[in-house]
């Protein structure tokens, strides 16, 4: 499958003192793409994850104006109970920013990892990056 592809607006109170996009907002954007990804078809994971790592790399400022954010995901590293969600934020045509996202299976009952279920292991898969 293609990556998933999600527009985040941004918001004029994402700005900071130097007019671009605070850094803090970029979880938030990555966020909503990340919850539309796993929400995008009715099968999903029937309980949660927590985040156990996060990584971006800022390419160029990103200065408000009212068109949204393009973001790109993909899944890869597919591990027992973890994988990884990679973005791209495209502000235009141009790459703004690279991130990734350690996400982790957990069962909050028992307050502990669990293992990805293998129909989750399928959802996953139809987020792999083909390029």
């Known amino acids: 499958m293609a990556r998933f592809t999600h527009d985040v607006p941004m918001r004029w109170s994402d700005m900071d003192a130097y007019r671009h996009i ?12 990340r919850v539309a990804m796993f929400f995008h078809r009715q099968e999903g994971f029937s ?5 156990s790592r996060h990584e971006i790399d800022y390419l160029r400022p990103v200065v408000y104006h ?16 973890s994988f990884v969600v990679h973005y791209e934020v495209f502000d235009g045509t141009r790459l703004a920013a690279r991130a990734a996202t350690t996400c982790v299976t957990f069962d909050f009952a028992l307050n502990a990892p669990r293992r990805i279920r293998d129909e989750e292991r399928a959802l996953l ?6 390029r």
Do not use: C, K
Not at 22 to 33: F, G, I, K, P, V
Not at 125 to 130: I, K, L, P, V
């Open 22 to 33: 605070n850094n803090s907002a970029y979880l938030a954007y990555l966020e909503q793409a």
């Open 47 to 51: 309980a949660g994850t927590v985040i």
């Open 66 to 81: 009212p068109e949204p954010l393009r973001l790109e995901l993909w899944i890869d590293a597919v591990r027992a109970a």
């Open 125 to 130: 898969a139809t987020f792999a990056d083909d």
